[in-house]
């Protein structure tokens, strides 16, 4: 099961995701109607003991090892605990081994207990699903769609419909909002699309707001290769590389996204690599992404996205780089052999450098799970 919450390294990255949390009338608005019941989540320090408690899996973790982990005293712990146990989002789990006094009881997760949805605007289909608090898929849909043909209307039209049969299996008030990954170029703090490539009716659409008009839950928008970067909770220093109809590559350096100045970073497909190669649709000449599609064969294509990757790791120092998009899911070991080797023949010490490669493990749900993502992060520390 896809999950992006089950390894504990790395809560700064996810922490850092939330640079657009309630900037938008409409979605603080509904923000409050949604989390009404949410009250221990608002004091930073009862996030940061749940994120503990996450991190501890279900095997549970005592409070006298919260203490230690947060270094809040024992009081506030308790009063932590007994807040987060009237929520809900934890439960006793057991009993742990003493250290000469009585047995420590033990604290765990209650996955179940909110949930978030994650949504990916893809140009021919629409992917709408469900993560509970451990970031695990509960539920997931994709539905065909024609993005550029259809408009916003009908598309929200139909996530709308997809959102409300999701919410018939849960109670709503524990939905905590939903994450929409879309093609970029889009302004995430904003919430604003912009020139979308082929989708001219997108073009400078709020779709924060209106998804969040819309659905009633408080929303978030990332770009859709930077979501996939949420999927997986692995190295500080790492890439997600959408393949999809274009290449894009979603960043965590130092253990946060980076979005860039305008939160357009990771343009992968837009680096030249041949100034006098064939004509890209963003216009120049050469791209990448432009090579790739016009590649003659599979391999070809593969090994032409491998020297795209190598440049990344080297300009960046990664040392994980995951490949997501459904051109990976219709070859994943043929694009990994590629990419390794590539990889392998570029770096200069590849036993040094060495990069882990692999395919997203959420599958087709990488970015939407990314983008549920987005919500979970509220709520941990
Ligand atoms: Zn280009």
């Known amino acids: 099961m896809a999950s992006l919450s089950s390894r504990s390294t790395e809560p700064a990255d996810l922490a850092d995701s939330t640079g657009s949390t309630g900037s ?14 949410l009250t221990a989540l608002r004091d930073h320090n009862a996030a940061a003991v749940l994120s503990l408690v996450r991190a501890a899996g279900a095997g549970g973790v005592s409070r006298v090892e919260l203490a230690r982990g947060s270094g809040l005293t024992a ?25 000469g006094g009585k047995p420590r009881t033990l604290l765990a997760l209650v996955p179940e207990a909110r949930w978030a949805l994650g949504v990916q605007l893809g140009r021919d289909a629409l ?3 469900r993560a509970d608090l451990a970031g695990r898929v509960a539920d997931t849909r994709h539905l065909p769609i024609d993005l550029a043909e259809w408009g916003p209307g009908p598309v929200l039209d139909l996530l709308a419909e997809e959102v ?9 008030e524990r939905v905590l909002g939903v994450g929409v990954a879309s093609p970029g170029p889009l ?15 997108w073009n400078r659409m709020a779709l924060r707001d209106a998804v969040a008009d819309r659905l009633g839950l408080p929303t978030e928008i990332e770009k859709d290769s930077t979501a996939g970067v949420l999927s997986v909770l692995g190295s500080p220093n790492r890439a997600f590389i959408h393949l999809d109809h274009g290449l894009g590559a979603g960043l965590v350096l130092g253990g946060a996204v980076q979005r860039g100045a305008r939160t357009n970073a990771g343009e992968f497909g837009h680096q030249v690599l041949d100034p006098a190669g064939p004509r890209c649709r963003c216009g120049n000449r050469g791209c990448l992404e432009a090579l790739w599609q016009a590649a003659a064969t599979p391999e070809q294509a593969a090994r032409l996205l491998g020297e795209g990757v190598a440049n990344l790791v080297r300009l960046l120092d990664l040392d994980e780089v995951v490949l997501g998009g459904r051109e990976v899911a219709d070859a994943p070991e043929a694009y990994l052999a590629a990419v390794r080797e590539v990889l392998d023949a570029r770096l200069p010490d590849p036993s040094w450098q060495r990069v882990s490669l692999a395919v997203a ?21």
Do not use: C
């Open 187 to 201: 302004d995430q703090q904003a919430g604003v699309l912009h020139e979308v490539t082929g989708a001219p009716a």
């Open 164 to 172: 409300n049969r999701q919410l018939t299996a849960v109670e709503r």
């Open 75 to 99: 009081q506030a712990i308790s009063k932590i605990v007994q807040r987060l146990l009237e929520d809900g989002l934890v439960g006793e789990s057991g009993r742990g081994a003493s250290t």
């Open 361 to 381: 493990p959420a599958g087709r749900d990488a970015v939407a799970l990314g983008a549920a993502g987005l919500v979970l992060t509220r709520v941990f520390g």
């Open 127 to 129: 992917t709408v699903l």
């Open 24 to 37: 938008a009338g409409a979605a603080s608005a509904s923000t409050a109607r949604a989390g009404a019941n």
